[in-house]
């Protein structure tokens, strides 16, 4: 055989190893289970939380699974705990992505999401981010990479704001308490803008008192709602939750400020801050909720969730965290099924900003193709105290068309109040 006719097999026999390697790839991106690296707060201040989001996470999963799967493959979760730590949650998902895992959901709270997206996406993976409302995840930290299943500060509060102007429009001092975080300062520019426009509406002028900033898990409230209870505030916009939430009204309780204050708008004192409360939950506090079985009735997804829940617990009240993880979960299911059952990056992308509607516990949702932003319902709940068990009742709930209070999308360009 001459050197040229060796040399023309040889690269002929590479060429068709390449071709094979290709082959297989493809092929295991379309084979065996679908892994899915789920982080999430299972220790530390937030755990409350992030447990429950998991087990909406697990219920997902297992639903998926027992209706046939996505395109024939059973769905499997990596789970990691990212331990309230923003230097921990960027380890967990290295340690997914190291393992082969491109599809991620994290991001529980703003410090998490900016660590976090950056990673996966230098790695050509996919991060579902669960929770957070920061506005810089789908404006200036924007990424084709990253989609959100939780709400934004402004669609949240513009839903408060109009829950406000219906049934507290005679409360117009407010004062903001919240973590002392970026997202949460952004929120705070969020919340005077919202309010003031929505009072405008009405012909009313609504007034601010000084912000209040805590650090997380401090321990001890008591000095900055001395502040708040000698302070002209009528109402409360409040972003302290987890642990802290149960921490902070208990020391508020003993202080009297259920008395001075008229209303509490909270955005993270989840059912299980009642359960922790019992009869002695504020009477006066709305929160909302990413999910709440009661506005649902008849919804087969989250009746089915529900029952599983109940099942599995023996607990009637689950906690609206569970949509937090049950989202994203049928979100990516929904992605690599429209992908042909395929986890190649640019093709679940590629579903997924084609506007195909997937499950979710508050009915089929969609993402916008701008900005990756979940359209759907805003969840509102009122608790009140009451003397049997389990110490607290729903006294009030409602719902609104999320898609009425999205701010319009600007990837990668800073939101400006």
């Known amino acids: 055989m001459s050197r040229l006719s060796r040399r023309l097999v040889l690269q002929g026999s590479i060429a068709g190893a390449g071709t094979l390697a290709?082959?297989?790839?493809?092929?295991a991106q379309q084979s065996g289970s679908v892994k899915i690296g789920f982080a999430t707060c299972l220790s530390g201040p937030l755990a409350i939380i992030g447990n429950d989001i998991l087990m909406g996470?697990?219920?997902?999963?297992?639903?998926?699974?027992?209706?046939?799967?996505?395109?024939?493959?059973?769905?499997?979760?990596?789970?990691k705990d990212t331990k309230t730590n923003p230097n921990e949650a960027v380890a967990a998902v290295r340690e997914l992505l190291g393992n082969g895992i491109k599809l991620i959901?994290?991001?529980?709270?703003?410090?998490?999401?900016?660590?976090?997206?950056?990673?996966?996406?230098?790695?050509?993976?996919?991060i579902v981010i669960q929770g957070t409302?920061?506005?810089?995840?789908?404006?200036?930290?924007?990424?084709?990479?990253?989609?959100?299943?939780?709400?934004?500060s402004v669609e949240t509060m513009t839903g408060f704001v109009q829950l406000a102007v219906d049934k507290y429009s005679d409360v117009t001092d407010w004062v903001f308490f919240a973590i002392d975080s970026a997202s949460d300062r952004q929120a705070w520019d969020v919340f005077r803008k919202v309010m003031a426009d929505g009072y405008g509406k009405i012909g009313k002028q609504v007034k601010f008192i000084e912000p209040i900033w805590v650090k997380i898990g401090a321990g001890d409230f008591r000095n900055q709602l001395s502040t708040i209870i000698s302070s002209p505030a009528q109402g409360i916009y409040s972003l302290v939750y987890g642990s802290d939430g149960i921490t902070c009204y208990t020391q508020a309780r003993a202080m009297g400020l259920q008395n001075k204050i008229k209303v509490i708008f909270d955005s993270g004192n989840e059912i299980g801050f009642a359960k922790a409360m019992k009869?002695?939950?504020?009477?006066?506090?709305?929160v909302t909720t990413p999910w709440y079985h009661g506005l649902y009735p008849g919804n087969s997804v989250?009746?089915?969730?529900y029952q599983a829940y109940v099942a599995k617990t023996g607990d009637k009240i689950p906690q609206g965290w569970l949509q937090f993880g049950a989202a994203p979960i049928f979100a990516l299911a929904k992605g690599v099924e429209t992908a042909g059952g395929s986890t190649e990056t640019d093709r679940v992308i590629t579903a997924l900003e084609s506007g195909a509607t997937f499950d979710t516990l508050k009915g089929p949702s969609r993402f916008r193709k701008d900005d990756h932003q979940m359209v759907a319902d805003l969840n509102y709940i009122q608790y009140a105290p009451m003397p049997e068990d389990p110490g607290f009742k729903i006294a009030q709930m409602i719902k609104?068309?999320?898609?009425?209070?999205?701010e319009p999308p600007s990837p990668g360009k800073a939101y400006i109040p």
């Open 22 to 27: 290709g082959l297989r790839f493809a092929r």
């Open 57 to 79: 996470a697990q219920l997902a999963a297992d639903y998926i699974n027992k209706t046939g799967g996505v395109a024939g493959r059973q769905v499997e979760l990596v789970v």
């Open 105 to 126: 959901v994290g991001g529980l709270y703003g410090p998490e999401a900016a660590g976090q997206t950056p990673i996966v996406t230098e790695a050509n993976g996919i």
């Open 133 to 152: 409302q920061a506005m810089s995840v789908n404006h200036e930290q924007y990424v084709r990479n990253m989609f959100r299943t939780s709400e934004d």
């Open 279 to 286: 009869q002695n939950v504020p009477p006066n506090m709305w």
């Open 302 to 305: 989250s009746d089915a969730i």
């Open 400 to 406: 609104y068309d999320g898609a009425k209070y999205l």
